[in-house]
């Protein structure tokens, strides 16, 4: 069994879902302690900047958010 990642739209196995182990390349982490609504627009940011570079380079966002967390 499967899920589907609500960001990236990976198809991710049930188990690795649960644990925790899928790291969207299209959220970030929050801060130890961030408030829910600094952590939403600090995500919304992130996303936005993700998508934004994908548009102007013809990739996809998920390879640009993967390279980005990357810090390359």
């Known amino acids: 069994m499967s ?3 609500k960001q990236c739209r990976a198809q991710v ?5 649960i644990s ?3 790291d969207c390349p ?6 130890g302690d961030e408030s829910w609504d600094d952590y939403q627009e600090r995500s919304n940011e992130w996303r936005a900047m993700v998508r934004s570079i994908a548009e ?3 990739r996809s966002a998920v390879e640009v958010g993967r390279e980005q ?4």
């Open 3 to 5: 899920v589907t990642c």
């Open 13 to 17: 196995q049930h188990d690795l879902w």
């Open 20 to 22: 925790g182990s899928h």
């Open 26 to 31: 299209l959220s970030i982490d929050p801060l």
């Open 56 to 58: 102007e380079t013809g």
């Open 69 to 72: 967390k990357e810090g390359k």
